[in-house]
């Protein structure tokens, strides 16, 4: 009987505060995902296109150096917040049962952070190489990376919104109208790894890879963020 009830006290009443107050702060972090990675668009810039000419490129890269090194840091931010917030679906499917689609999740959040990072970074080295000579054909090819790089981080993307759309559902946390909403995100975001026209709405460079399908993944991620505000925290000392 003491046994008993030393193991469900371990958690003391100030603690077990402490853990909820994180666990909610946690939950909660795909709002500061969103604002960051917005804040780190709207400084960075509009990136020259694929094939872009030589001027363009040192335009950009040199003449706009101080905006993408801020944008890099805060860019950096939003892919931090991005993993904490696939650590918080994580806890959150484990505890409902679905541990699986939590672990997905992990996989997939770190899969996106890690190749959005290589992104970043090359367009960073580009705002220290670009001026050096017979830089411009590595810089028009590395800028091209970046477009085509964005393109195939659209299955990683789309993997975490399934993860976590399948694993909300199965949990018995979202209903059947929001799960076949995540669907949807899913098949748009398959989709946008298919953006491979030279030129136009379908291109790498075009709005269906730049905004529509980049909109859906952070409302989907706002959605899931008051989803979770929702759930009841735990006394728990996983936090």
Do not use: H
């Not at 975001?189 to 730049?210: I, K, R």
């Amino acid at each position: 009987m003491s046994s008993s009830t030393t193991g469900t006290s371990r958690v003391t009443v100030p603690e077990a505060t402490t853990v909820n107050l994180w666990e909610r702060v946690w939950r909660m972090n795909g709002v500061s995902v969103v604002l960051f990675f917005v804040a780190a668009y709207l400084v960075y810039g509009s990136q020259p296109k694929m094939g872009a000419s030589a001027n363009e490129l040192i335009a950009f890269y040199e003449g706009d150096r101080t905006r993408i090194l801020i944008a890099a840091v805060i860019f950096g931010l939003a892919v931090l917040n991005l993993m904490w917030f696939g650590a918080a679906i994580r806890t959150t499917l484990i505890e409902a049962g679905t541990g699986g689609w939590g672990a997905a999740t992990i996989a997939a959040s770190g899969a996106v952070g890690g190749v959005l990072l290589v992104l970043m970074a090359i367009s960073a080295a580009l705002t220290f190489t670009i001026g050096g000579p017979g830089a411009a054909a590595l810089a028009s090819g590395l800028n091209d990376l970046v477009w085509t790089g964005f393109v195939l981080s659209s299955f990683p993307r789309a993997m975490f919104v399934m993860s976590g759309s399948f694993g909300l559902w199965r949990a018995g946390i979202i209903s059947n109208a929001l799960f076949t909403a995540g669907v949807v995100c899913v098949v748009l975001g398959v989709l946008g790894g298919t953006t491979w026209f030279s030129s136009g709405f379908w291109a790498p460079d075009g709005a269906y890879s730049q905004f529509i399908w980049p909109t859906v993944f952070l409302v989907w991620i706002l959605a899931v963020t008051a989803i979770l505000a929702r759930q009841r925290p735990s006394n728990r000392e996983g936090w």
